[in-house]
């Protein structure tokens, strides 16, 4: 189960509510800063930006590729280790609005990770050291340490122990 809170709401679903949740200007700001570091080739820019104007966690050394979309609403629930790869079109979720509610939980993403290509994380995941997230996958759990998942919904393909064993580390 992932870890999120839950605020349910009366009346319309809960993205008419949007900005009872959060500020439009806060969306604003965010959006701005996000589109910047999106398009921009320079890695160290890019996590001055999320560091200095979304107050992410970013590690030293951590890369976001292209295109890569952090939470609009609430980037500062997220936290990504050292030496991390977020993979092209990567999508980092920190809130999710359902029908009757909305819920919002901190990404926890460990040290040496790598995120494949056109991944989603929702709100209230971990992922551990080490941790490998293959391309196109939909995370909804928590990612052990040191293993190797994919898909969608996201399995488990090797624990840290098999991979170790299979790719000889």
Known sequence: MRKTERYPVQGANSLWHIYKTVSFWKVMKNFLVIQLARYTPLLPVKNWLYRTFLRMKVGEKTSFALMVMPDIMFPE??????????????????????????RIGDVRIGNEVMIGANSTILPGVTIGDGAIVSAGT???????????????PMQ???????RAVKFDF
């Open 77 to 102: 629930r997220i936290s990504i280790g050292d030496n991390c790869i977020i993979g092209y079109n990567t999508t980092i979720l920190a809130h999710e609005y359902i029908i009757h509610e909305y």
């Open 156 to 162: 488990l393909i090797y624990t840290a122990e098999e």
């Open 138 to 152: 939909l995370v909804h759990q928590d990612v052990p340490a040191g293993s190797f998942v994919g898909g969608n």
